[in-house]
């Protein structure tokens, strides 16, 4: 669980991260500073995250997931009055409904929440809420009412928070190794809290253009879904615990507000038909929306016949899948979701070039899809177009310079190039990004003794390695500091 991952976090700040005095900022055990500093707080969530998507087995490591939930999420954000700076959206694989906001705009959303939302205006309506309580500094000014406490402190406390919200049967070891006993009253965003977030939650939903009656109705079922478990409710009840007020609230503003008919998106409809595919086996999933069209029992044909073709490509019946496939292009739908199963579809065939263009295609209609973006540099790959394909990653790190997958595409292409050093120069910096400052450097230190590459590649690798060195013996003195 999810919870693993974030109590392995609080050893690495506690123990063996790099203090961040080096970047300007106050070291986390620095006791004169109660309040973090937006940077901190980045910083604290990053390495959080990458705790989390590198060591947790439940991160959702899905481009297509990520892609729809970070194209909500960023139009939520825009209509936000009072967001600032950058947030990340991603998805954890747990049938509970749950919606957490982590440091620095990282907001994780359970699968359990997309498939219970009856409406993309539902989902939006959760993300909105968690996407007020990092823009109000909720976790922040929570935490920061223990006045004596250190910033290290502080963050010990926060990583309780999140794994109380997360999983709460095994929030009290996380907190006991903490040694922040006093979480256990701050396992949930206090009223005010709650209605401010419900507040902003619901002007950012109807700024974003959805159906503002979303928020309520999610929150209502909840309500009564914690009165059906009694005393063991949703993970999100006890988590933001709901109240008649807020409810009442919610429901009066969207009465007051007039009436707008918002469809659903495809990728809404088709995230879901990919993700209840994924929770069975193929030749299940594949029964299962087999009947769902035979019976006509389904609100998206599209999504439907999405999730059959995508059971019969992991089921490995490439002729099936690429009938079924037919039947869905034939209902006009437009979707960089389909794009990538129909490139996917034809690789499983055989038909590399055509899978090749298919990528490229849909690359001029969705340029933003990273999930295109991975898919059409592994074509390149595998038709062993490097040179091409080196093109292409350097034109989207110009774009995501801070993307550890296109590192390591850059990596494989380099690989198969025979160009050893910069193969792990590249895989240095995908490391590097992942927080895996150890490994950055041992890259870096293979690529010194590659036997390869010109004077000004060496210079490059023997400088950059100077300065990781350096952080990582600020890393090893922090940890002696800590007494780790």
């Given amino acids: 669980m999810i919870c693993a991952a974030v109590s392995l976090t609080f050893a690495v700040f506690a ?18 500073r109660v309040d973090l500093s937006p940077q901190l707080e980045r910083k604290i969530g990053e390495r959080i995250f990458n705790d989390i998507r590198v060591r947790e087995p439940s991160y959702v490591d899905d481009p297509e997931i990520n892609d729809y939930l970070n194209l909500l999420g960023g139009r939520l954000v825009a209509a936000s009055s009072n967001a600032a700076g950058d947030y990340y959206f991603f998805a954890i694989r747990d049938n509970t409904v749950n919606a957490f906001a982590m440091f620095g705009g990282f907001i994780g959303v359970n699968t359990g929440t997309l498939l219970t939302a009856q409406s993309e205006s539902e989902l939006a309506g959760v993300i909105a809420h968690e996407i007020s309580h990092v823009s109000q500094n909720h976790l922040a000014r929570q935490i920061a009412r223990e006045k004596q406490s250190s910033i290290a402190t502080m963050v010990a406390m926060a990583v309780g928070v999140l794994a109380a919200r997360s999983n709460s049967q095994v929030a009290s070891a996380t907190i006991a190794s903490a040694q922040a006993a006093s979480i256990q009253s701050q396992l949930a965003y206090s009223r005010d809290f709650e209605r401010e977030a419900d507040r902003l939650g619901y002007q950012t939903l109807a700024r974003a253009g959805y159906d503002v009656r979303g928020m309520g109705d999610f929150f209502g079922r909840m309500q009564l879904a914690g009165r059906v478990y009694e005393n063991n409710a949703p993970v999100y009840l006890r988590s ?15 009465q007051d507000a007039s009436y707008r008919q918002v469809a659903d998106s495809v990728d809404f409809h088709l995230v879901r038909a990919k993700l209840r595919a994924q929770a069975a086996t193929p030749g299940e999933a594949v029964s299962e929306f087999s009947k769902l069209l035979r019976e006509k029992k389904y609100a998206s044909e599209v999504a439907t016949r999405y999730g059959l073709a995508y059971s019969l490509l992991q089921a490995k019946d490439v002729a099936a899948a690429q009938k079924e496939l037919g039947a869905l292009l034939a209902l006009k739908a437009s979707s960089p979701m389909i794009a990538g199963l129909a490139a996917r579809t034809e690789i499983a065939a055989g038909n590399q070039a055509g899978a090749t263009k298919i990528y490229r295609d849909a690359l001029q209609r969705y340029p933003q899809s990273k999930a295109l973006v991975y898919g059409y540099a592994d074509a390149l790959l595998a038709g062993r177009q490097y040179e091409q394909s080196l093109k292409f990653l350097d034109s989207q790190l110009q774009l995501y310079s801070a993307d550890y997958k296109l590192y390591g595409l850059q990596a494989k292409t380099f690989a198969a190039l025979g160009k ?28 010194q003794q590659a036997g390869d590459g010109d004077f000004f590649e060496k210079s490059a690798v023997d400088a950059r390695l100077r300065d990781l060195r350096k952080l990582l013996a600020e890393e090893v003195n922090e940890k002696k500091r800590n007494g780790g």
Wanted: no cysteine.
């Fill in 15 to 32: 123990g063996s991260s790099p203090p961040v005095a080096a970047d300007g900022l106050p070291e986390l055990g620095d006791a004169s």
């Fill in 240 to 254: 933001h615990p709901l109240t008649v007020e807020r409810i009442s609230d919610m429901q009066n503003r969207s």
């Fill in 420 to 447: 050893r050093l910069q193969q792990h120069r590249s895989q240095a910096e995908s490391y590097l990004l992942l927080g895996q400052l150890g490994a950055a450097v041992e890259q870096l230190q293979f690529a």
